[in-house]
């Protein structure tokens, strides 16, 4: 047990190895969280109705975590109600920086199309009234994400062997419950830090599009290791200029209708996110790339913590895993293998 804590990675290192390794860290990302915004958004074609969903399945998941009660993905996917702790529409309007009559008037229209449900004091999402998106994908996503960090952390010996995606996959699946409470940790948080510097997430939506757009044709472009610092130098605080694309890509991209669209692509152009040349295709601004960094930053930390208690849980089982299968006959062994 000694030896499995003097191993433990801390959040720092992974911090350092995404600043090393931005060009490949900082597109597999930023593509997951566009995928996941869109994921987001297909429901009820409305970002905080689901965010509210999201938010209430989080509380399910802190009630099982103070009560050490653990689901695996069948376990909780199987059931077609899903019950929640008490709580009111000022906890869910300060949660998700929800003005307190939106947050009444979302709440309202989901209980009306029965998605969720009051019943005394408890509080039950029917799966059935609504097409709820099970997080399979975002499980693909991630273990690939965390594979590749794995190989990297061979490469330069902070781990002892890598993670391939289908380990991954099913350690997450195994440990359902828990490891999405931590993802939710993450996710809802850093999406509200966007959501703070654009005003509301269809504007942040729009922008990430262009951003996961970006990184994709630099990558096509260049394949080579490149810190943060080289990469926003080379790419994006010098005058060369990046392919961008129209309203009705980004429209097909996010599933938010053009008009609504084009109404975010003037905002951000106006407050300098984005830049507009001769055809019409949208690019990031140099502007505003120093505030987009730091906010960046900030979440490339939570990521970074997140990522480490994730890795940390599997070496463990990795750990405890190997010491049982020693400890079984040869025969046994050869049999397991087979």
Not at 28 to 49: A, C, R, T
Not at 204 to 215: K, L, M, P
Not at 281 to 287: G, I, K, P, R, V
């Amino acid at each position: 047990m000694d030896q499995i804590i003097s191993n433990q990675l801390r959040k720092e290192q992974l911090t350092i190895v995404f600043e090393k390794n931005y060009n490949a860290v900082s597109p597999l990302w930023s593509n997951h969280q566009i995928e996941w915004m869109n994921g987001v958004y297909e429901p009820f074609k409305d970002h905080d109705k689901y965010m509210i969903i999201l938010y209430l399945i989080k509380k399910t998941f802190d009630f099982y975590s103070k009560n050490f009660v653990k689901e695996t993905f069948i376990e909780f996917y199987q059931k077609d109600f899903i019950q929640i702790e008490p709580l009111n529409v000022m906890e869910i309007s300060q949660g998700l920086d929800i003005p307190k009559e939106s947050a009444r008037r979302k709440i309202i229209e989901l209980e009306k199309i029965g998605a969720i449900k009051k019943i005394g004091k408890k509080i039950i999402i029917d799966k059935k009234a609504f097409p709820f998106v099970k997080p399979e994908k975002s499980i693909v996503r991630i273990s690939r994400f965390f594979s590749t960090l794995s190989t990297i952390m061979l490469n330069e010996k902070i781990i002892k062997s890598n993670f391939t995606s289908e380990e991954i996959a099913k350690f997450i699946e195994k440990n359902f419950s828990h490891i999405w409470k931590l993802y939710y940790e993450l996710q809802i948080p850093m999406i509200l830090k966007w959501k703070k510097t654009f005003s509301d997430l269809e504007s942040f939506h729009v922008w990430g599009a262009c951003v996961v757009n970006e990184q994709l044709n630099i990558k096509r472009k260049c394949d080579l290791k490149m810190n943060k610092a080289t990469y926003l130098n080379k790419y994006y605080n010098t005058l060369s200029e990046l392919e961008g694309m129209n309203a009705m890509s980004i429209s097909d991209i996010t599933g938010i209708p053009r008009a609504t669209v084009i109404r975010k692509l003037n905002i951000l152009l106006k407050n300098k996110y984005l830049k507009i040349n001769y055809k019409k295709h949208y690019t990031l601004a140099h502007e505003t790339q120093k505030e987009v960094s730091q906010i960046q930053r900030l979440n490339f930390n939570h990521l970074a913590n997140f990522t480490s208690r994730v890795f940390n849980l599997m070496l463990i089982d990795k750990v405890v895993l190997k010491n049982t299968y020693d400890k079984l006959t040869p025969g046994v062994q050869k049999y397991l293998n087979l």
